[in-house]
Protein backbone atom coordinates (compact mmCIF):
# COMPACT_ATOMS: atom_id res chain seq x y z
CA UNK A 1 0.00 0.00 0.00
CA UNK A 2 1.00 3.48 -1.13
CA UNK A 3 2.57 5.77 1.94
CA UNK A 4 1.12 8.39 3.39
CA UNK A 5 2.43 11.81 5.11
CA UNK A 6 0.31 14.13 6.88
CA UNK A 7 1.19 17.17 9.24
CA UNK A 8 1.47 16.14 12.97
CA UNK A 9 -1.02 18.68 14.50
CA UNK A 10 -3.40 21.22 13.55
CA UNK A 11 -5.15 23.57 15.71
CA UNK A 12 -8.88 24.38 14.58
CA UNK A 13 -11.73 26.86 15.89
CA UNK A 14 -15.07 25.06 17.16
CA UNK A 15 -17.92 25.68 14.23
CA UNK A 16 -14.99 26.91 11.71
CA UNK A 17 -14.56 24.13 9.10
CA UNK A 18 -11.50 22.03 9.65
CA UNK A 19 -9.57 20.81 6.60
CA UNK A 20 -6.84 17.95 6.84
CA UNK A 21 -4.71 17.31 4.11
CA UNK A 22 -3.01 14.13 2.98
CA UNK A 23 -0.30 13.54 0.57
CA UNK A 24 0.19 10.19 -1.14
CA UNK A 25 2.05 10.81 -4.54
CA UNK A 26 3.03 7.25 -4.54
CA UNK A 27 -0.77 6.28 -4.71
CA UNK A 28 -0.97 3.49 -7.74
CA UNK A 29 -4.53 3.54 -9.55
CA UNK A 30 -6.48 1.19 -7.80
CA UNK A 31 -5.88 2.47 -4.56
CA UNK A 32 -8.49 3.85 -2.39
CA UNK A 33 -8.14 6.86 -0.24
CA UNK A 34 -9.68 6.00 3.26
CA UNK A 35 -9.97 8.41 6.49
CA UNK A 36 -10.35 6.86 9.75
CA UNK A 37 -9.89 9.05 13.32
CA UNK A 38 -9.53 8.04 17.33
CA UNK A 39 -10.52 9.55 19.34
CA UNK A 40 -9.33 9.64 23.07
CA UNK A 41 -9.28 5.91 24.82
CA UNK A 42 -11.72 4.71 21.83
CA UNK A 43 -10.77 2.46 18.77
CA UNK A 44 -10.19 4.16 15.28
CA UNK A 45 -13.73 4.99 13.73
CA UNK A 46 -14.17 4.72 10.24
CA UNK A 47 -14.90 8.35 8.61
CA UNK A 48 -15.28 8.47 4.46
CA UNK A 49 -13.33 6.99 1.36
CA UNK A 50 -13.19 7.55 -1.59
CA UNK A 51 -11.12 6.78 -5.23
CA UNK A 52 -11.52 9.77 -7.62
CA UNK A 53 -13.88 11.57 -7.08
CA UNK A 54 -15.27 13.99 -3.79
CA UNK A 55 -17.52 12.21 -1.35
CA UNK A 56 -19.59 13.53 0.90
CA UNK A 57 -21.00 11.79 4.16
CA UNK A 58 -22.90 12.87 6.85
CA UNK A 59 -19.10 13.02 8.91
CA UNK A 60 -17.36 14.58 6.53
CA UNK A 61 -16.10 15.02 2.85
CA UNK A 62 -13.22 13.94 0.95
CA UNK A 63 -11.75 15.95 -1.67
CA UNK A 64 -9.06 14.45 -4.11
CA UNK A 65 -7.05 16.20 -6.53
CA UNK A 66 -7.09 15.49 -10.18
CA UNK A 67 -4.25 13.30 -10.67
CA UNK A 68 -5.06 11.98 -6.98
CA UNK A 69 -1.68 12.73 -5.09
CA UNK A 70 -3.19 13.93 -2.49
CA UNK A 71 -6.61 14.82 -0.54
CA UNK A 72 -8.43 16.89 1.84
CA UNK A 73 -10.68 15.51 4.46
CA UNK A 74 -13.04 18.81 5.72
CA UNK A 75 -14.93 18.85 8.58
CA UNK A 76 -17.13 21.37 7.48
CA UNK A 77 -18.81 22.63 11.18
CA UNK A 78 -15.61 21.15 13.91
CA UNK A 79 -17.30 20.42 17.05
CA UNK A 80 -15.00 20.13 20.17
CA UNK A 81 -15.61 16.12 20.31
CA UNK A 82 -14.07 16.20 16.96
CA UNK A 83 -10.66 16.77 18.91
CA UNK A 84 -8.68 13.45 17.32
CA UNK A 85 -6.13 11.91 15.56
CA UNK A 86 -6.86 11.71 11.83
CA UNK A 87 -4.82 8.69 9.89
CA UNK A 88 -5.06 8.52 6.24
CA UNK A 89 -4.43 5.75 4.88
CA UNK A 90 -4.46 4.38 1.04
CA UNK A 91 -5.46 0.70 0.15
CA UNK A 92 -6.47 -1.24 -2.74
CA UNK A 93 -10.42 -2.35 -1.41
CA UNK A 94 -10.91 -5.69 -2.35
CA UNK A 95 -11.21 -9.47 -0.24
CA UNK A 96 -7.95 -10.48 0.37
CA UNK A 97 -6.61 -7.07 1.11
CA UNK A 98 -8.29 -5.70 3.96
CA UNK A 99 -5.24 -5.24 6.21
CA UNK A 100 -4.64 -1.20 7.36
CA UNK A 101 -1.47 0.74 7.65
CA UNK A 102 -1.57 3.40 9.88
CA UNK A 103 1.36 6.17 9.56
CA UNK A 104 1.06 8.40 12.66
CA UNK A 105 -1.68 10.98 11.60
CA UNK A 106 -2.75 14.41 12.34
CA UNK A 107 -3.91 15.57 15.99
CA UNK A 108 -6.60 17.97 15.02
CA UNK A 109 -7.30 19.84 18.33
CA UNK A 110 -10.75 21.87 18.08
CA UNK A 111 -10.43 25.37 20.16
CA UNK A 112 -13.31 26.76 22.08
CA UNK B 1 -21.92 -1.23 10.50
CA UNK B 2 -20.79 -3.88 12.79
CA UNK B 3 -20.41 -3.49 16.55
CA UNK B 4 -17.32 -4.90 18.58
CA UNK B 5 -16.85 -5.68 21.96
CA UNK B 6 -13.87 -6.71 24.04
CA UNK B 7 -13.61 -7.99 27.22
CA UNK B 8 -11.71 -7.18 29.00
CA UNK B 9 -11.22 -3.26 28.65
CA UNK B 10 -8.02 -3.15 31.09
CA UNK B 11 -6.01 -5.28 32.73
CA UNK B 12 -2.94 -4.97 35.25
CA UNK B 13 -0.89 -7.93 35.12
CA UNK B 14 2.43 -9.45 36.27
CA UNK B 15 5.25 -10.48 34.25
CA UNK B 16 5.36 -14.01 33.18
CA UNK B 17 1.83 -14.63 33.37
CA UNK B 18 -0.81 -14.57 30.10
CA UNK B 19 -3.89 -12.98 29.45
CA UNK B 20 -6.61 -13.80 27.12
CA UNK B 21 -8.42 -10.60 25.25
CA UNK B 22 -11.50 -12.12 23.89
CA UNK B 23 -13.14 -10.36 20.59
CA UNK B 24 -17.42 -10.55 19.59
CA UNK B 25 -18.91 -8.76 16.66
CA UNK B 26 -22.10 -8.36 16.94
CA UNK B 27 -22.81 -9.17 12.99
CA UNK B 28 -20.85 -11.37 10.75
CA UNK B 29 -17.25 -9.89 9.49
CA UNK B 30 -15.42 -11.34 6.70
CA UNK B 31 -12.30 -10.54 8.12
CA UNK B 32 -10.96 -9.68 11.57
CA UNK B 33 -7.70 -8.83 12.55
CA UNK B 34 -5.76 -7.93 16.24
CA UNK B 35 -3.37 -4.74 16.26
CA UNK B 36 -1.54 -3.26 18.93
CA UNK B 37 -1.18 0.38 19.70
CA UNK B 38 2.09 0.72 22.23
CA UNK B 39 2.15 3.97 24.10
CA UNK B 40 2.05 7.27 22.17
CA UNK B 41 2.40 5.16 19.11
CA UNK B 42 0.35 4.14 15.97
CA UNK B 43 -1.64 1.21 15.61
CA UNK B 44 0.97 -1.82 14.76
CA UNK B 45 -1.46 -5.14 12.60
CA UNK B 46 -0.39 -8.50 14.91
CA UNK B 47 -2.47 -10.97 12.95
CA UNK B 48 -5.54 -11.75 10.69
CA UNK B 49 -7.55 -14.13 12.54
CA UNK B 50 -8.71 -16.59 10.21
CA UNK B 51 -11.78 -18.49 10.80
CA UNK B 52 -11.32 -22.13 11.66
CA UNK B 53 -7.14 -22.09 10.80
CA UNK B 54 -3.83 -20.65 12.07
CA UNK B 55 -4.17 -16.95 11.91
CA UNK B 56 -1.50 -14.85 9.61
CA UNK B 57 1.16 -13.03 11.27
CA UNK B 58 2.60 -10.04 10.64
CA UNK B 59 6.78 -9.46 10.67
CA UNK B 60 7.76 -9.02 13.51
CA UNK B 61 4.49 -11.41 15.35
CA UNK B 62 5.05 -15.11 16.06
CA UNK B 63 2.11 -17.35 16.97
CA UNK B 64 4.41 -18.65 20.25
CA UNK B 65 3.99 -15.05 21.74
CA UNK B 66 0.44 -14.13 20.39
CA UNK B 67 -1.80 -17.38 19.70
CA UNK B 68 -4.83 -16.39 18.01
CA UNK B 69 -8.25 -18.58 17.64
CA UNK B 70 -11.52 -17.71 15.20
CA UNK B 71 -13.81 -20.65 15.83
CA UNK B 72 -16.54 -18.63 13.77
CA UNK B 73 -17.62 -15.73 11.52
CA UNK B 74 -18.51 -13.27 15.41
CA UNK B 75 -15.93 -14.37 17.91
CA UNK B 76 -11.58 -14.31 18.24
CA UNK B 77 -9.51 -14.59 20.79
CA UNK B 78 -6.07 -13.15 21.33
CA UNK B 79 -3.58 -14.37 24.07
CA UNK B 80 -0.68 -12.32 25.05
CA UNK B 81 1.72 -15.18 26.31
CA UNK B 82 4.52 -14.99 29.01
CA UNK B 83 4.13 -10.91 29.34
CA UNK B 84 6.93 -8.53 29.92
CA UNK B 85 6.33 -5.11 30.61
CA UNK B 86 7.17 -3.98 26.86
CA UNK B 87 3.93 -5.67 26.17
CA UNK B 88 2.02 -2.65 27.88
CA UNK B 89 0.16 -1.49 25.09
CA UNK B 90 -3.37 -1.40 24.17
CA UNK B 91 -4.81 -4.28 22.14
CA UNK B 92 -7.47 -4.10 19.48
CA UNK B 93 -9.16 -6.70 17.45
CA UNK B 94 -11.14 -5.24 14.07
CA UNK B 95 -13.74 -6.51 11.56
CA UNK B 96 -15.00 -6.03 8.08
CA UNK B 97 -17.73 -5.79 6.23
CA UNK B 98 -19.50 -8.12 3.81
CA UNK B 99 -18.17 -5.79 0.83
CA UNK B 100 -14.46 -5.45 2.55
CA UNK B 101 -14.22 -2.02 2.02
CA UNK B 102 -14.75 -0.99 5.52
CA UNK B 103 -12.85 -1.78 8.95
CA UNK B 104 -14.67 -1.52 11.85
CA UNK B 105 -12.91 -1.39 15.76
CA UNK B 106 -13.34 -2.52 19.10
CA UNK B 107 -12.60 0.10 22.13
CA UNK B 108 -9.14 -1.65 22.80
CA UNK B 109 -8.17 -3.98 25.79
CA UNK B 110 -5.55 -1.56 28.10
CA UNK B 111 -2.72 -3.88 29.44
CA UNK B 112 -0.57 -3.01 31.81
CA UNK B 113 2.37 -5.20 32.60
CA UNK B 114 4.44 -4.71 35.87
Known amino acids: DAKTTQPPSMDCAEGRAANLPCNHSTISGNEYVYWYRQIHSQGPQYIIHGLKNNETNEMASLIITEDRKSSTLILPHATLRDTAVYYCIVRVAHFGNEKLTFGTGTRLTIIP | SAVISQKPSRDICQRGTSLTIQCQVD?????MFWYRQQPGQSLTLIATANQGSEATYESGFVIDKFPISRPNLTFSTLTVSNMSPEDSSIYLCSGTGPLGETQYFGPGTRLLVL
Open chain 2, 27 to 31: SQVTM
